[in-house]
């Protein structure tokens, strides 16, 4: 059954202290994880304020187990004096419950469970105990365990010394579901102390991945927990721990020394960053957009219609062209998939580069910028130039086609003329013809020349008008062209321009990149170093419980520096065909800290059914974490021993 440990401020800092115990079984996966932390604060008066994790931890599970862990009570528990031979026995509780004094452990368990009857019922109301009741999902069982002082029960005074009594339990107000347990801490110096300790953390783990057997464990009794190590086993476990820090110490260092050795010394390849400028066809031509002279006669059935058509097909023209510079940087992203990729590295593309790399590359840098500026200075403006002047030229065509003769018209004015001239010619021709009645042919060629006079006349003017239509369509198609010639020279720049900058920009992200690389394994150099102080002070602490405990110092004592502890067990080296050239063991992910804390910082746990150690004399066995725990005494503090 899931358990939750709960612990005050001062308790936490030994678990710490002692985190190698419970390192294996708090590192596994969440769905198997057996136990997990709840920090208490002794001042809060719900359960949101005492426990405010205990929701997260519990919402989730259909049933669970409160282990109340007590190493060292904070201030304010400190201030509640218990009878020295049972710390859950409170002075201010020696004839009856005592609900004013408002004790935080009290408090703790009545908001976990209902709490029992009093010892005195009579006077139950006055003492009736107003706490917010947890309205979660309540513990199915309160197992208590503390350490308790025998230099205090030596030296107390024989007034507080009285027998302990199954009455504490009613007495104090501790809910039914209660069990008690305490470790004893003899005060003999720090060997003894760390001792102990040690037996009082692994204690507290049994509790917490074993359920609390009736048998064993009753109610309104307290009882005392101590354990029984098997040497050889302990010999053993420390003996291999031990090398394994080691060897893993001796692997660190010669990690380091190779990462000193490629951040001094190491030289990759210069990176190619440089885009060349590539033409691009986007079939940007002028040649659609050519006005012909012919297509606009001298005359029309309809010029102001003719005159409409032609603006109208200008302005088209004009917001073509417009069209056409604003879209330029657009298309050619769309036709160079170079261009379209804008540019950058992968870290995975990029190696360290040496200090005489990095500077020649910054200042190629430098200099790329400046010409990117200028090429960007030396741009054409995106906005169409001399468009005022097509509009212009385009208004002239206009009035030019609006003004012309029509059809009509001409054939009027040609008709007019013609017979005015008959009018003209015909009394003169019959005069002549009454004195002169020969030579009719002179006057037949005089006459038929004066017939076509007004003819050629129409003709002139309509030709004079087609002259004019034609030169300023030439105008029209001139300035098109120009916009055309610029547009292509914009785009020539352009493409200059776009290689250069994404040049740029790809050297930068290079660079860059080259020193988050490098920044990487100064990291990984850091958390390395902090791996092997950690390996250090673990290995120390594993030194100073084996002096405590009594295991063999000939087990740990040698020094491995053997290069055969790189390649086995835990510690074998992977091997990468990455990028990285001299620094392929980068890859490695072995000391990246969490992963050093999940492979050395605990014992070997053995969480199958199989380890098991026996509880007392009976002959009954209960689940045991570790392989050297070969035997549990659960004591009733009176004497007596659980059955």
């Known amino acids: 059954m899931f358990t939750v440990l709960i612990q005050n401020e001062k308790t936490l800092n030994s678990f710490y202290d002692h985190l190698p115990i419970f390192n294996g079984f ?23 304020e005492a426990l405010p994790e205990l ?27 218990t009878r020295p031979e049972n710390p859950y026995d409170f002075i201010e509780n020696a004839v009856e419950f005592d609900a004013s004094t408002n004790n935080p452990l009290i408090r703790l368990v009545s908001m976990l469970e209902k709490p029992l009857e009093y010892f005195n019922p009579d006077r139950a109301s006055k003492n009736q105990k107003n706490f917010p009741k947890y ?9 208590l365990i503390t350490v308790r002082h025998t230099d205090e029960l030596i030296a107390a005074p024989e007034a507080l010394r009285i027998l302990n009594d199954d009455d504490f339990v009613l007495r104090n107000g501790y809910p039914s579901l209660c069990r008690f347990a305490v470790c004893d801490r003899y005060e003999q ?29 009753q109610a309104y009794k307290l009882y005392s927990l101590s354990l029984d190590f098997n040497t050889e086993d302990m010999n053993e476990v420390w003996s291999s721990k031990i090398e394994d820090i080691q060897n893993a110490r001796y692997r660190i260092d010669h990690f380091l020394n190779n990462q000193s050795i490629y951040l001094e010394r190491y030289e990759g390849n210069y990176p190619d ?9 986007l079939s940007v031509h002028g040649s659609n957009s050519m006005v012909h002279a012919k297509d606009y006669q001298a005359y029309s059935s309809d010029p102001s219609d003719q005159a409409s058509s032609w603006i109208k097909k200008a302005r088209k023209q004009i917001s073509e062209v417009e069209s056409l510079w604003n879209s330029i940087p657009d298309k050619v992203q769309e036709k160079s998939p170079v261009f379209s990729r804008r540019g950058g590295y992968q870290k995975k593309d990029v190696d360290v580069l040496s200090p005489r790399q990095r500077d020649q590359l910054e200042a190629e840098l430098i200099a790329l910028r400046e010409k990117v500026n200028e090429e960007y200075r030396n741009l054409p403006d995106q906005e169409m130039k001399n468009a005022d002047q097509l509009l212009r030229q385009a208004s002239v065509i206009e009035e030019i086609l609006k003004n012309r003769p029509s059809k009509s018209r001409i054939l009027i004015w040609t008709i007019s003329l ?12 019959l005069a002549w013809f009454k004195v002169y009645k020969e030579s009719l042919n002179v006057l037949s060629i005089l006459s038929l020349v004066l017939l076509f006079v007004p003819i050629l006349f129409c003709l002139f003017i309509t030709f004079e008008y087609r002259k004019s ?83 063999n110092k000939d087990a740990y004592r040698a020094e491995s520096t053997k290069e055969g502890g790189l390649n086995s067990g835990i510690f074998a080296q992977g091997t990468s065909s990455g990028k990285n050239g001299n620094y392929e063991w980068l890859d490695s992910k072995d000391f990246k800290m969490p992963q050093v804390q999940k492979q050395l910082f605990h014992f070997e ?17 209960v689940y045991a974490p570790f392989s050297f725990i070969e035997k549990i005494h659960i004591e009733n503090i009176r004497g007596r021993n659980a059955s």
Request: negative net charge; aromatic residues 10%; charged residues 30%.
């Open 26 to 48: 708090l590192q596994s996966e969440e769905n198997e994880k057996s136990f997990e932390i709840c920090e208490w604060n002794e001042s809060g008066r719900t359960i949101e």
């Open 55 to 81: 929701h997260s931890l519990t919402d989730d599970k259909s049933s669970w187990r409160a282990l109340i862990v007590r190493y060292e009570d904070d201030r304010q528990l400190a201030t509640h004096t």
């Open 135 to 143: 309205e979660g999902v309540l513990p199915e069982s309160i197992t």
């Open 189 to 217: 110096g720090p060997i003894r102390k760390r001792k102990d300790d040690f037996i009082f953390w692994n204690a507290v783990l049994m509790l917490a991945m074993n359920r609390v057997d009736s048998a064993f464990m």
């Open 273 to 281: 960053y440089r885009i060349s400028a590539q033409p691009i066809d």
């Open 418 to 429: 013609v017979l005015v001239d008959l009018l003209a010619v015909i009394p003169a021709w």
């Open 469 to 551: 239509v034609a030169k300023e369509i030439r105008n029209w198609n001139d300035l098109m062209s120009k916009q055309y010639h610029r547009l292509h020279q914009y785009l020539e720049k352009y493409v200059v321009y776009e290689s250069d900058l994404l040049s740029y920009r790809n050297g930068k992200s290079y660079l860059d990149l080259s020193r988050d690389v490098k920044e990487d394994i100064r990291q990984d150099q850091r958390n390395l170093e902090k791996a092997r102080s950690e390996l250090m002070r673990f290995e120390m602490l594993l030194k100073k419980w084996a002096a405590a405990l009594g295991v």
């Open 605 to 621: 746990m053995d969480q199958s059914e199989n380890n098991r150690c026996f509880v007392n004399e009976t002959g009954r066995k």
